[in-house]
C-alpha cells in the first residue's frame, strides 16, 4: 500500500463531515465517507513546529525537547528516527511538498533530508511573498493584511503556494505510478494559515450578514491570566494595526471578528478545492485502491472564543484537529475498473451532504499516527518507547489507533460505565495530553511564542471524554523540568455541561480528591 499523507496547516475541525453547517467543503467531506473519522483528535501542542516533530517522531514536546522553533531534535533531544524515514527503510520511495516539517532550525534546514526523504522536498516558489504586501485595499494601495482575499491573476507568478503544491503532488504521482515503486506522499497545506490570503471569488460562499461571531467571544471571568493567549502574530498584520486595538484582552471590533471568520471559512473551501483536485489525480493515476490517505492539520485555530485568536493555547480550539484514515478495502470497498472514489467537486455548485463511512468519538492523539499508519501499511509496528528514551533511536511514545477503527459506541460507553475507580480508569479511558508554555503568570508580548530561555511555566493539559483539566506548573528551561509541587493555576471544564470551555471550575473544593488524582497522572 502506498501512503499519500495530507496535513494542513492550523486547520480546526470547520468541515462539513464534523457537523459544520456553514462551511462548504465537499471534497474533505467526500474523503470522509470513504474513511473513519475521528471526532477527538489532538495536538501534543497548539504551535507549528512542535505539533509536527512530535508526530512525525511520535514523541511528546518533553521528549524532542522542543517548545520553539529553535532546536533540532536530532542535536538537542535524540536521533529519534521519524514515520517517514521509517517507511524510507521500509523500501518506500519518501517525498515531502510544501510544509510537512516546519521549515527552519527546527528540522536542521532541509525538512530533515536526507533521513526522513528520498529526494529534497518542495516548496513552492512563491511561499516567500506569503508576508509581503499583497492584498489591496480600498484605497488601492497594497498591504500586509490578516484578511486578505487575492485576484490570483495579479500575484507574484499569478499563482498561490498551494495551488503550485497540488500540482507539484500530482506530479509525483504520475512519476511514481510509471516507476511502479511503493511511496509516502506527504503534502503540507499552507491555508488556512494566515494571512487569510486566498482566490477572492471563495468569499461569495460566505456572505458577511451569515458570519456569526464566536458563541462566547468575551474572555471567561475565571481563566487564569497564565492560559490566555494574546494573539501577538495577528496584532502584526497592517489591517488590525490599523485598529489600534488595547494589549493584551483587545477586543477586536464585532465587524472584523466576522471578517476574521469569513475570511477563514473562505480559505478553508479554497484548501478544500487543492484536496479534491489531488485526490481527484489519485483516481486518475489508477492508485485510489491501493493508496491509503491520511487527512489531519498541526492544531487547530481560535476564532473568537474565549476572546482569542490564533493557536497557542490548551482549549479544544487550539487543539483539536480534523483526522481521518481512507484504507482501501477496510474503511471501504474497492472501486471496479473505471469507477472513480474521488471525483472532484465544485464548492460553488455542490451541495450534498456526506456522512463519514466510519465515526470514532474515542479521544486520541496526533503522537499515535506514526505507529497507526506503520500498521496500516503492513509494517513492523514501532516498539513503545521506555520512560526515557532519549537514548532509543525507533520508538513511539503514541499506540497505534487502528484497534478502534471498528469499535462501535456502545462498546466505549460500556466501558466508560463499568468504570469507578478514577485513577484506574484513566489506563482503560482514552486521554489526549498536549501542553503549552508561558514566560509569566499574565500575557507579555511573547506569551504565544516564548523561546525555550524565557519559559517560566508549562501548563500540562489533559482531555478525555468527560473533561480537560490542565495544570500551570514550574518549569526550568535549563534543564527541561517541569515542579508538579508548584502550581501556579489550573482549568477544569466538564464537557457536558460546559462544552465551550467557558466555566472553570478547578476552585471549586469538591473536585480536590478529583484533581489530586489527575495530578498524579500528569507528574507520569
Not at 298 to 304: A, I, K, R, Y
Request: glycine fraction near 6%; charged fraction near 20%.
Amino acid at each position: 500500500m502506498n501512503v499519500l499523507f495530507i496535513v494542513v496547516d492550523d486547520l480546526r475541525p470547520v468541515l462539513g463531515c464534523y457537523g459544520d453547517k456553514l462551511v462548504k467543503s465537499p471534497n474533505i467531506d467526500q474523503l470522509a465517507s470513504h474513511s473513519v473519522v475521528f471526532s477527538n483528535a489532538y495536538a501534543q501542542q497548539a504551535v507549528c513546529a512542535p505539533s509536527r516533530v512530535s508526530f512525525l517522531t511520535g514523541r511528546r514536546p518533553d521528549s524532542t525537547r522542543l517548545y520553539d522553533f529553535y532546536s533540532y531534535w536530532r542535536v538537542h533531544a535524540g536521533n529519534y528516527s521519524t514515520m517517514p524515514q521509517y517507511f524510507k527503510e521500509n523500501g518506500y520511495v519518501t517525498l515531502s511538498v510544501g510544509k510537512v516539517f516546519h521549515p527552519g532550525v527546527s528540522s536542521n534546514y532541509s525538512d530533515d533530508y536526507p533521513h526522513s526523504w528520498s529526494v529534497p522536498p518542495f516548496h513552492p516558489s512563491t511561499e516567500k511573498y506569503e508576508n509581503d504586501k499583497t492584498c489591496r485595499g480600498k484605497d488601492g494601495k497594497l498591504y500586509a493584511n490578516l484578511v486578505c482575499p487575492v485576484d490570483v491573476t495579479e500575484m507574484p507568478s499569478g499563482t498561490l503556494p498551494d495551488i503550485q503544491s497540488t500540482e507539484e503532488a500530482i506530479r509525483l504521482m504520475n512519476v511514481m505510478k510509471t516507476s511502479k515503486q511503493k511511496f509516502f506522499l506527504a503534502v503540507g497545506y499552507h491555508k488556512p494559515h494566515i494571512p487569510l490570503r486566498y482566490p477572492q471569488e471563495f468569499l461569495k460562499l460566505y456572505p458577511l450578514e451569515n458570519i456569526t461571531l464566536a458563541p462566547d467571544p468575551w474572555v471567561p471571568e475565571k481563566l487564569p491570566s497564565v492560559a490566555y493567549n494574546p494573539w501577538v502574530d495577528i496584532r502584526q498584520r497592517d489591517d488590525v494595526k490599523a485598529l489600534n486595538v488595547s494589549f493584551p484582552y483587545g477586543p477586536l471590533p464585532d465587524n472584523f471578528q466576522r471578517q476574521i471568520r469569513q475570511s477563514y471559512y473562505a480559505a478553508v473551501s479554497y484548501l478544500d478545492t487543492q484536496v479534491g483536485q489531488l485526490l481527484n489525480a489519485l483516481d486518475d493515476v489508477g492508485l485510489s485502491n491501493s493508496t491509503i490517505v491520511v487527512f489531519t492539520a498541526d492544531h487547530g485555530w481560535s476564532l473568537g472564543e474565549h476572546g482569542e485568536w490564533a493557536k497557542y493555547s490548551n482549549f479544544d480550539v487550539a487543539t483539536r484537529v480534523p483526522l481521518m484514515f481512507y484504507v482501501p478495502g477496510m474503511t471501504t470497498s474497492p472501486v471496479s475498473q473505471g469507477e472513480r472514489m474521488f471525483p472532484y467537486l465544485d464548492p460553488f455548485s455542490h451541495i450534498l451532504g456526506f456522512v463519514p463511512q466510519g465515526q470514532s468519538k474515542k479521544v486520541v492523539e496526533l503522537v499515535s499516527l506514526f505507529s497507526t499508519v506503520a500498521e496500516l501499511a503492513g509494517l513492523q509496528v514501532p516498539p513503545v518507547c521506555p520512560e526515557t528514551s532519549f537514548h532509543v533511536v525507533l520508538c513511539t511514545e503514541g499506540s497505534s489507533i487502528v484497534r478502534y477503527f471498528n469499535a462501535s459506541e456502545e462498546k466505549v460507553k460500556e466501558e466508560k460505565d463499568g468504570c469507578d475507580d478514577t485513577f484506574r480508569c484513566f489506563n482503560e479511558e482514552t486521554v489526549a495530553f498536549s501542553q503549552y508554555p508561558r514566560p509569566a503568570d499574565t500575557p507579555q508580548w511573547n506569551s504565544d511564542k516564548p523561546k525555550l530561555k524565557d519559559i517560566r511555566i508549562m501548563g500540562y493539559s489533559m482531555r478525555t471524554i468527560d473533561y480537560r483539566c490542565t495544570v500551570w506548573v514550574r518549569f526550568n528551561p535549563n534543564n527541561f523540568s517541569a515542579d508538579f509541587e508548584d502550581v501556579h493555576a489550573g482549568e477544569l471544564y466538564m464537557v457536558e455541561t460546559d462544552p465551550n470551555q467557558d466555566y472553570n471550575i478547578y476552585n471549586n473544593t469538591s473536585h480536590a480528591c478529583f484533581l489530586k488524582k489527575i495530578l498524579g497522572f500528569l507528574k507520569h
